[in-house]
């Protein structure tokens, strides 16, 4: 049976690794080794030097591959490694359209590093305004994560790659998978030319690993952020990929459970009347809630909402009293995690744009864990009392 004709949940156990045909071990060893010995000069067993290709690596990065459904994977020391590796990978100052609600690493990177080198960004506050943007700018790439960091903006994948062939056949169409994971939707067999991944979060999943991914199903491209993986350097190594790898065998199993709990939380936080409103796709009153029926098999692990009392006070006061879920920066573990956007994920947008992106104080995003579905509504509802 060939990978593409294994289930997801059959590849997220097996993809990228079977046994080691010396010893029959079921998991790929660490391989904790700088250097390769050569039989002759460039007479070799497939690797030479760890930057440019580690065996344990070698199996991740097959495993992301296979579970998005593209042929080219690579592993970077970091998602920003991986995001950087993309926007070289034209050879030229990008012109790039972009959904405006995205990481704020990203849009650091964005505006503090590649603008002042000549490229040029506009962004669309929703998918109308998206396919509008490629239409006008006709732009080399198009940026989109979906559902985005932090607002869980839907973004129709379909709709934004038939704009860009319209425009130009050359055209690249990115999608920031993260948030979703393949196991909810795979964007590559649907027409984007590339996936990148923070596999920090859901793929690796303990939060133990800092890690990034790219995959792709085109050769050259594929050629180009291999070349640009090994000449900048920028690689994970042999332990967080065994982790990362690791991770994913319970990819599947994680986000079923995620989903679920995700789905109590909002459901509960929507009816709380310290509440004033929450984005998770899976709610029929959000906005994005048909194309996410569509286009994903389960609707994520991560929720935000809005105090009534939109305040840095009223935030700070929720979070002091939680006790299961735990304030931090990231996302995507099996713990479940809380975040202050407008203080710590998106710091790097200037505040007016924060404020008009609705990034505000009172905005608050979770991360929903894996733990019991009662306990963490409980959690959240104490926190929640003083402000009711």
Known sequence: MSQKEKSLDTLCVHAGWDSDPCTGAVNPPVYFTSTYRQEAPGNHKGFEYSRTGNPTRKALEEAVAALEG????????????AIDAVLRVLDKPLRVVSIADLYGGTFRLFEKVYRPLGYEFWYAENNDELISLIDEHKPDMVWIESPTNPLLTVVDIEAVVEAARKTSSETLVVVDNTFATPYLQRPIPVGADIVVHSATKYLAGHSDVVLGAVVTNRE?????????????????????????LRGIRTLHLRMERHCQNAKAIADFLSHHPAVERVYFPGLPSHEGHTIAAKQMKDFGGMVTFRLKKDTLDAAQTFFSRLEIFQLTESL???ESLANHPAIM????????????????????RLSVGIEDTQDLIADISQALEPLA
Do not use: C, W
Not at 345 to 364: C, M, N, Q, V, Y
């Open 345 to 364: 994920t998106h710091a790097s947008f200037p505040k007016e744009e924060r404020i008009k992106r609705g990034i505000t104080d009172g905005l608050i």
């Open 220 to 244: 050259d491209l594929g050629e180009k952020i291999g070349f640009i993986q090994n000449a900048a350097g920028g690689v994970p190594g042999p332990m967080d990929s065994f982790l990362t």
């Open 332 to 334: 995507g573990g099996v």
């Open 70 to 81: 593209g042929q080219f994977g690579y592993a970077f020391a970091s998602g920003m490694a």
